[in-house]
């Protein structure tokens, strides 16, 4: 394979998981904007099989192939596509660890508990929304050890939203912020402060003319 035609098919992957992600993307603001009530199931359905076919195109063994080849070659290759490589790698190597099944059963259950979110919220009932609650953590802890086994449950999942971060981290941060924090709010509170009486008050609306 030349250079070329490797870069090439990266951009048609690029595009193709982009493709993907917008169209789930777009049925996700659907549901929370414009969509009728009691659409959540049929769309659920949609939003699993776009899930298992963006899993399906991005662990491909093709993939895998032009992958390593690039990777052979990220000297060639400048930042921006080097940081595609390096996350596209990433993803790949992450999501070939979650069966297909599961992916898009966890997709179609996110797509249900926002649903069944705004209900409980409306209601303000907690427990209709409790059992759906379970089943996210129970796939997630399931997540986590595809993920990494060899660390806990919260820092295999921390990790995808704060890359390199693990508990003792941010707690030892915390607890410096804390530490500097707390005196400073208490000596602010403390402080003579500032009357602010004048945004209380209703003006007239003739007077606020004038």
């Known amino acids: ?17 982009y493709a993907y992600n917008t169209a789930t993307s ?4 659907d549901s929370v904007t414009t969509a009728p009530k009691n659409t959540s199931e049929g769309r659920g359905v949609a939003m ?77 009932d907690f427990e209709l929304f ?15 050890g595809y993920y990494d086994s060899s660390k806990k449950p919260y820092d295999a999942l921390l990790n995808e939203y704060e890359r390199g971060a693990d508990m003792e981290y941010l707690d030892n941060f915390f607890s410096i912020i804390k530490a500097k924090l707390v005196p400073l709010i208490h000596q602010i509170s403390q402080a003579p402060q500032i009357d602010d009486g004048f945004l209380h008050k209703n003006y007239p609306l003739d007077k606020q003319r004038e």
């Open 26 to 29: 777009s049925l996700y603001l």
């Open 130 to 144: 409790r059992p759906v609650l379970k089943k996210l953590v129970a796939f997630n802890q399931k997540f986590a």
């Open 48 to 124: 699993s099989i776009l899930a298992g076919e963006s899993q399906k195109l991005l662990t491909d063994s093709k993939v895998g192939e032009l992958l390593d080849f690039l990777s052979e070659h990220m000297e060639e290759l400048d930042y921006l596509v080097k940081r595609q490589v390096e996350e596209l790698r990433r993803n790949y190597e992450q999501m070939s660890r979650i069966p297909g099944d599961e992916y898009m059963e966890y997709t179609m259950l996110t797509n249900k508990a926002s649903d069944v979110w705004h209900k409980a919220k409306e209601t303000s």
């Open 1 to 17: 394979m030349e250079l070329k035609e490797a870069l090439q098919q990266l951009e048609l992957l690029q595009k193709k998981l």
